[in-house]
């Protein structure tokens, strides 16, 4: 852990500020063509649809340049922002998890960051309202206003609640060893269960809940998390066990969102 | 739930302020409280953090202003009944599949290109390569997963204008993802396992639904409330199986390679 921070240390002492200064400007420079490429597919799929197959032109050009500009420099501080952030941060406190040495604690921690980071996410705010409306045509629920926000509320703590016990189960598994494609079968199998048994209303809604969960923040927060757990215990491979935290948040609230609609 | 931000209108930072508060109050909680150690780099970590906020907040400004509308817009006219060409007597009736084979295009290269520009796919990909030492290229990866999330829209489009049950679908999937697991080497799978889950996030969350509600409002006989969900479904289904798939023909390449070089020793 040590290791890789003295040489960068050593490495910037020698450089000096001058030559810091110029790798700094290279290395933002490298990230801004990076992006560049990234978002390249987008405007050229947009292109070749808007002018070759509806043969429109481009409304609002003007928007689109400044659009284009602002998601290409976002996208570049986001990435570079991950290295120095979110990445360290995620890898330190699973260290220091595994130092301290209490199940409780990290238990405790990888629920609130479940939970947490998916009660208030946008995209589940919107599944939910959406789910109330079906719920609401569908007859399972009072077509009145009071009615549907307690049951899209419902609906999403019932989804955080499940994201929550994912990464508990996901944590266990990787202190533990377990194969991951065991738990897997059996997160299918319930899925299957459920689809079976729950109302053919919220089939949709269910399935597309388990998508919609994990924000870009969240993801490599998770990410470090499971990898640096899985470096800091004796007997763990990081690429067998510290990735698949993410795998269980997207599949436990397809079970749970089921289960909700079965109950309701 | 109201904004915590008093400036919402004014800067678009605070929408994303409102998404990361709450994380930020559990790590700060639990290093503070709990754990009780200083972090280390603390003046990087929060530069980071900073950046990742601006950086968010940035790239969905941006995408709300020049993609999400554009995206949007060409979802509805591909979907149209007068671009496919369907006319009076024509649209009533229950026109056939292959009416809206741009339709399919459509879905499938925005599910590509989508994919490619996903900020959390980019964060796993180096992860993976970080973790894996080089062994898992993040270009590979990102384009193995990008073709597995166009592969699945094109066919939830499919599903949408035929009208067969979602689940049958999803449960096909699953087989075939249980049979994949039990051949592609070790290392991928919990790998392949995220991507699905990964894929579906900022940029490909709002221009899939789109694709899926013009299409169920377009086409007689589908409800949007109904039949506008399951797209995000496929798109975290197939990743899973190409990433995998991925994973066995690289393995396959270097097998092949590897007796063939030494087959070349030998003569």
Redesign the interface.
């Known amino acids: 852990m040590s290791a890789p921070k003295t040489t960068e240390a050593s490495r910037t002492r020698r450089t000096g500020k001058q030559g810091m200064r110029g790798a700094f400007l290279l290395q933002m420079l490298r990230a801004l063509a990076e992006s560049l490429r990234?978002?390249a597919?987008?405007v050229?799929?947009?292109a070749?649809?808007?002018f070759i197959?509806?043969r429109?032109p481009?409304?609002?050009l003007f928007?689109?340049?400044?659009?284009?500009?602002?998601?290409?420099?976002?996208?570049?501080?986001?990435?570079?922002?991950?290295?120095?952030?979110?990445?360290?941060?995620g890898e330190?406190?699973a260290w220091?998890?595994a130092r301290?040495g209490s199940l409780f604690?990290l238990l405790?921690?990888a629920f609130?960051?479940g939970f947490?980071?998916t009660?208030?996410?946008?995209?589940l705010?919107a599944v939910a309202d959406?789910a109330a409306?079906?719920a609401a045509?569908g007859g399972m629920i009072d077509a009145s206003e009071t009615a549907r926000a307690s049951y899209a509320e419902g609906l999403r703590y019932t989804v955080a609640f499940a994201v929550g016990l994912a990464i508990v189960i996901g944590v266990l598994r990787i202190l533990r060893g377990w194969p991951?494609?065991y738990l897997?079968?059996g997160g299918?199998l319930g899925?299957?269960l459920m689809?079976w048994l729950a109302p053919q209303?919220i089939?949709?809604?269910a399935?597309?809940s388990?998508?919609?969960?994990?924000?870009?923040?969240?993801?490599?927060?998770v990410?470090?998390l499971g990898?640096g757990l899985a470096?800091s215990i004796e007997g763990r491979?990081?690429?067998?066990?510290?990735?698949?935290?993410?795998?269980f948040?997207?599949l436990t609230p397809m079970i749970f969102v089921m289960g909700y609609g079965i109950v309701i | 739930?109201d904004s915590i931000c008093v400036f919402e209108h004014i800067v678009p930072i605070c929408?994303t302020v409102?998404?990361?508060?709450?994380?930020l109050?559990?790590?700060v909680g639990?290093?503070v409280l709990?754990?009780r150690?200083p972090?280390?780099?603390l003046g990087?970590?929060?530069?980071?953090?900073?950046?990742?906020?601006?950086?968010?907040?940035?790239?969905?400004?941006?995408?709300?202003?020049?993609?999400f509308?554009?995206?949007k817009?060409?979802a509805a006219?591909?979907t149209a009944p007068e671009?496919l060409g369907l006319v009076g007597d024509q649209a009533e009736r229950r026109p056939h599949w292959q009416a809206y084979l741009?339709v399919y295009a459509?879905a499938f290269?925005?599910g590509?290109?989508?994919t490619?520009?996903e900020?959390?796919l980019?964060?796993?990909a180096?992860?993976?390569n970080q973790?894996?030492a080089g062994a898992i290229g993040t270009w590979g990866l990102r384009i193995a997963v990008a073709i597995g999330v166009a592969v699945g829209i094109a066919l939830g489009a499919y599903r949408i204008v035929s009208g067969t049950p979602?689940?049958y679908y999803?449960?096909t999937g699953?087989v075939v993802?249980?049979i994949q697991?039990a051949f592609a080497p070790?290392?991928i799978?919990?790998?392949a396992?995220?991507s699905?889950?990964?894929?579906?996030?900022?940029?490909t969350?709002p221009l899939v639904a789109a694709l899926g509600l013009g299409l169920s409002s377009n086409i007689p006989g589908r409800n949007p409330?109904?039949?506008?969900?399951?797209?995000?479904?496929f798109?975290?289904l197939f990743p899973i199986m190409s990433l995998m798939a991925y994973a066995q023909l690289s393995e396959l390449f270097a097998r092949f390679n590897h007796r063939r070089s030494a087959k070349h020793k030998e003569t």
């Open positions: 990234d978002l597919p987008i050229a799929v947009i070749f649809f808007q197959v509806l429109e481009i409304p609002n928007d689109l340049a400044i659009g284009t500009v602002m998601v290409v420099i976002g996208l570049t501080l986001f990435v570079q922002g991950l290295k120095l952030g979110l990445f360290p941060i330190a406190m220091d998890f301290k604690w405790a921690f609130c960051l947490g980071t009660v208030a996410e946008p995209a705010i959406e409306e079906v045509n991951i494609q897997i079968i299918y899925v299957v689809t209303e089939i949709g809604i399935y597309d388990g998508g919609v969960t994990t924000s870009t923040i969240t993801v490599p927060l990410t470090a990898v470096s491979n990081p690429m067998i066990d510290g990735f698949g935290l993410i795998a948040a997207s | 739930m929408g409102d998404d990361v508060l709450p994380i109050a559990i790590l639990f290093q709990v754990l150690r972090i280390p780099n990087r970590a929060l530069t980071g953090f900073a950046l990742v906020l601006l950086g968010l907040a940035f790239f969905i400004q941006g995408l709300e202003t020049a993609l509308p554009l995206g817009l060409m006219q591909l671009f741009w459509f290269a925005i590509f290109a989508t490619i520009a900020p959390s980019i964060a796993v180096i992860k993976a973790v894996s979602l689940h999803i449960i699953y993802v249980l697991t070790r290392t799978i919990a790998l396992y995220d699905g889950g990964v894929t579906t996030s900022t940029v969350v409330l109904l039949d506008g969900f399951g797209l995000i479904a798109a975290s």
